[in-house]
């Protein structure tokens, strides 16, 4: 068969909805420890091949959130058709069933060079199962060399404090609607919030009959929406997270939170596209610092905790995340950046500042 265009791609959909391509079916098996040295090695001459020769698409800039993919124009050059044949000799040595795919239309163009072609697919639909032991990954543009130097091969990080902030604070986010009595009402509610954390009960009518024994008559929906949804991202956070999905890091969030907060986080504010896996204590059925937290998030992330780095700005979760195994650092935003960039350099992880690039 021929076309203009040509995708080698594994039989399973990815996070973007689509068959992942051959580079990214191949660092999955990478990732779950699958590849002798000698295909890791290969795989990793083959990549930074790839990434010294092709330009490399600008959508990849922001994290692909446009969901492109790329199509090899075709015919490909010998130099380029070898190292395909042998990354798709590695597949099917493992048994992961792939697709050479030829098209003249793969999708709407959005980027385009001498070598290849970026599109947004026509179609997508949900990921599927993945074979066993592996874990979903990023596209990744940087070179995976720094990855497979280091023991950790993930980053989790915890939301509130680390990724995001609550302006001016809870306390001042509620004293319009209970002046005085703000305290006293916040310990009460985080203190009955408890279960819904980890997923039993819930959390919005208890809410507004706190609500309504202190006396404030606005609807439990609006001081909902205008405490609990006040989230300001930190986007100096979120540039490092980029940064750490394009050197081909893990990168993954274990956050305690409710349902309706969980669901705001998810969908409104967008984390579901920006994180691999995603780890919410009231869909883990365990909150931090409670251990069973970290141990399903590990089981979530298909890896070992040895290999998972955990940032959060709690000392007892920090120290319950090691109790299991994690590697684990203390951190939140007021501390500065440059010193999160410090605690990622202990653990073999480079990461520029944002003042440098």
């Known amino acids: 068969m021929t076309g203009t265009y040509l995708r080698v791609q594994a039989r399973y959909r990815g996070r973007l909805g ?8 191949v660092d999955h098996l990478r990732r779950a420890g699958r590849l002798t040295d000698e295909q890791v090695a290969l795989y990793l001459d083959i990549d930074d091949w790839f990434l010294q020769y092709l330009p490399e698409p600008g959508f990849y800039a922001d994290g692909n959130t446009a969901g492109a993919v790329t199509w090899f124009k075709t015919p490909l050059p010998a130099e380029m058709q070898t190292r395909v044949d042998r990354l798709c000799a590695v597949l099917a040595a493992h048994d992961v069933p792939f697709d050479v795919v030829h098209s003249d239309r793969p999708g709407e163009v959005i980027y385009e060079d001498a070598y290849q072609i970026g599109v947004i697919p026509a179609e997508r639909g949900e990921p599927t199962p993945l074979p066993e032991g592996l874990v979903l990954a990023p596209t990744s543009a940087g070179s995976k060399r720094g990855v497979v130097a280091s023991p950790i091969r993930h980053v989790l990080f915890d939301a509130d404090g680390v990724l995001q902030d609550l302006p001016g604070g809870w306390y001042a986010a509620m004293e319009p609607y209970l002046g005085e009595r703000t305290r006293e009402f916040l ?8 279960p819904m954390l980890a997923g039993r009960g819930d959390y919005m009518p208890l809410l507004a009959a706190t609500l309504a024994e202190y006396g404030v008559e606005t609807p439990v929906d609006v001081v909902y929406q205008d405490v609990w949804h006040r989230v300001d991202r930190i986007e100096e956070s979120f540039a490092i997270v980029e940064q750490l999905r394009r050197h081909g890091y893990g990168v993954h969030l274990g956050t305690n939170q409710e349902k309706y907060r969980g669901g705001h986080m998810r969908t409104t504010l967008g ?6 896996v995603s780890c919410y204590s009231y869909d883990l059925g365990a909150a931090k610092p409670d251990p069973a937290f970290f141990t399903e998030a590990a089981h979530r992330i298909a890896a070992d905790p040895s290999t998972i780095l955990f940032i959060d700005d709690n000392p007892d979760n920090v120290a ?3 109790s299991v195994g994690f590697p684990a650092e203390l951190w939140d ?3 500065g950046h440059t010193t999160l960039i410090t605690l990622l350099a202990n653990h073999g992880i480079e990461v520029t500042p944002a003042y440098q690039r």
């Not at 689509?18 to 079916?25: I, N």
């Not at 984390?271 to 691999?276: K, M, N, S, T």
């Open 18 to 25: 689509v068959e992942v391509g051959l580079f990214v079916a």
């Open 187 to 194: 310990h009460r509610t985080w203190k009955d919030e408890l």
């Open 271 to 276: 984390y579901d596209d920006i994180f691999d």
């Open 320 to 322: 319950s995340a090691r």
């Open 333 to 335: 935003f007021t501390q």
